[in-house]
Structures are given as C-alpha cells and as structure tokens.
C-alpha cells in the first residue's frame, strides 16, 4: 500500500526566526519513499533538511517577520500489517542492556518517574515480566486517561496526566513510557504519521500521533497507549526520551501556530501513478 504524508504549517513571527520543523518521515522509512519528497516555505526561502544521530530529520530555516508557511508532502510505501504483537517475549535483565537504552530508563521534562514509581510497582510489580506487563501498563493508561484535545498543554507531565484524568496522545504515552521506566524496562517516545488506515475515521482532523517503543529481551517494539489496538500505515517521524525531544516546531524566539494540517492518507493504485 502506498501513503500520502504531509503537512502545512503556518507561523506568524514579530522578527525573522529561525526553525527546526520535524515533518519527514524517519530516516529509516528511507527505502520506502516512492518518488520525491516536496517542500516549500512562503515567502520562498532557502531550508535545508538534517539528520542527527538517531534519524531524525530536521527540516531547518528562518521564519520571516510576519507570516511563514511551510508545507511538505511524499508518497510512502507500507507492507499494510499491523503492529507486530509477541506475547511471549521477555525482559532484559537491567544488567544485560545495551548501554544505548540506559537513558531511557532516566526521568525526563514529561516523564517524571519518581512522582509514579509507588503506582507503577504496586499496580504492575507482579505483573509477568516482558510484553504482558508492558501490555498491562497500556490496558489501564488506555482506561484512566480521557482523549481530549482541550486538555492538552506545554507544561502537563505524565503525572499530571494521571491525576487530570485526560490528555492528548502525547500524555498516553508519557504516562506509559514513565511507569516502564519505573520498572526498568527502557522506553523510548515516538512521533509520526498514522492516519485511519484499517479503522473507522473519527471526525477529527488528522494530528500527527505519538506512541512509543520498549526494549523487550533483544530489541525495540511499538505498543500505543492512546489506541491501544494494533494499527496499520503506522509512520514514524522522530523518536527521543519525550515530546521535549521531538516536537514538530521548534522556534528559537517567539511564534504562533495559526494554520495546521497534517495529511495521513492510503492513495488507492490508480491515484499513486497518475496523481
């Protein structure tokens, strides 16, 4: 199956503004790119796109004074399965990570693991170690947490959460990610693209999604707190400890979102090679 991404953001600046837009797909969904990948900035100026060290591609310009609108689309092939699901995989010992996944054991700006370690222990300690209780932790996030877009801000931590009882997808996975954490598996936070592909469409717009990904015996798997049912035309943008890491816009010096689309759509056979 092919899938059309994209994106059309506008910003309204005071002074020109540097940006870094995280809005193209991972560096390793890069083999599944079918055809180019169009980006353009209004008023017309120059943007360059950069990877870090962990794939992540960064889309960086400077925003004008006055308004600034930076669209982006790309066609992306999927196999069409759905999130792998492997009941009865393990943990790995503390002692037998790799040293890459010990900072995702660490507390961080959302995950604040020491406020939730009690509930975290109580709750899941007996729980079988490895994918059940990772599973576990997402049946009852998925339970307490209310989806409403009014509840989202800038400052809410995954113990906010809890206690709001609501959130946006970014709160169902800081939660989740801070109660692994609390029981030493690693946990990682995740960005993308993930349209309704395989599900009934909801009447909201298309956001872009946050999930997220433990390391489970040998390496890493996606759970999803927010749906927490195996999707398919999953796409990932970013990954890092929280949505402190990977925002989708990041201005050094003050702006304002004043237009937002994201597009997340399967392109049936005949509209991938004639559109």
Same mark, same amino acid.
């Given at each position: 199956?092919? +899938?059309?991404?994209?994106?059309? @953001?506008?910003? *309204?600046?005071?002074?020109? &503004?540097?940006? =870094? /837009?995280? !809005?193209?797909?991972?560096?390793?969904?890069?083999?599944?790119?079918?055809?180019?990948?169009?980006?353009?900035?209004?008023?017309?100026?120059?943007?360059?796109?950069?990877?870090?060290?962990?794939?992540?591609?960064?889309?960086?310009?400077?925003?004008?004074?006055?308004?600034?609108?930076?669209?982006?689309?790309?066609?992306?092939?999927?196999?069409?399965?759905?999130?792998?699901?492997?009941?009865?995989?393990?943990?790995?010992?503390?002692?037998?990570?790799? +040293?890459?996944?010990?900072?995702? @054991?660490?507390? *961080?700006?959302?995950?604040? &693991?020491?406020? =939730? /370690?009690? !509930?975290?222990?109580?709750?899941?300690?007996?729980?079988?170690?490895?994918?059940?209780?990772?599973?576990?932790?997402?049946?009852?996030?998925?339970?307490?947490?209310?989806?409403?877009?009014?509840?989202?801000?800038?400052?809410?931590?995954?113990?906010?959460?809890?206690?709001?009882?609501?959130?946006?997808?970014?709160?169902?996975?800081?939660?989740?990610?801070?109660?692994?954490?609390?029981?030493?598996?690693?946990?990682?936070?995740?960005?993308?693209?993930?349209?309704?592909?395989?599900?009934?469409?909801?009447?909201?717009?298309?956001?872009?999604?946050?999930?997220?990904?433990?390391?489970?015996?040998?390496?890493?798997?996606?759970?999803?707190?927010?749906?927490?049912?195996?999707?398919?035309?999953?796409?990932?943008?970013?990954?890092?400890?929280?949505?402190?890491?990977?925002?989708?816009?990041?201005?050094?010096?003050?702006?304002?979102?004043?237009?937002?689309?994201?597009?997340?759509?399967?392109?049936?056979?005949?509209?991938?090679?004639?559109?």
């Amino acid at each position: 199956m092919l +899938i059309r991404l994209g994106c059309e @953001l506008t910003i *309204s600046c005071w002074a020109p &503004t540097p940006v =870094l /837009a995280l !809005v193209h797909p991972h560096a390793s969904r890069s083999e599944d790119r079918r055809g180019p990948e169009r980006l353009w900035l209004s008023p017309d100026r120059i943007a360059e796109v950069l990877t870090d060290a962990d794939g992540n591609r960064a889309c960086r310009f400077i925003a004008s004074a006055g308004t600034t609108t930076l669209g982006f689309e790309t066609l992306v092939a999927d196999d069409g399965s759905p999130d792998p699901v492997v009941p009865e995989i393990g943990e790995c010992p503390v002692g037998a990570l790799p +040293i890459v996944t010990y900072p995702f @054991l660490n507390p *961080s700006r959302y995950c604040d &693991t020491d406020r =939730l /370690a009690q !509930v975290a222990w109580g709750r899941f300690g007996s729980v079988r170690p490895g994918w059940q209780r990772v599973q576990a932790i997402c049946d009852w996030v998925h339970e307490q947490l209310r989806f409403d877009y009014g509840a989202a801000r800038s400052d809410k931590t995954a113990h906010d959460a809890l206690r709001e009882g609501r959130g946006v997808c970014r709160d169902f996975a800081h939660l989740a990610i801070s109660l692994c954490r609390c029981l030493n598996i690693p946990a990682r936070y995740c960005t993308g693209y993930l349209g309704y592909t395989g599900v009934s469409p909801l009447p909201d717009p298309i956001d872009y999604s946050a999930w997220f990904e433990v390391f489970l015996e040998d390496r890493w798997h996606v759970f999803d707190a927010r749906h927490n049912i195996p999707r398919i035309g999953r796409v990932l943008i970013a990954r890092g400890r929280d949505a402190a890491d990977v925002p989708f816009l990041r201005s050094f010096g003050d702006h304002q979102l004043t237009g937002f689309r994201v597009i997340t759509e399967e392109m049936a056979p005949t509209e991938a090679t004639t559109g």
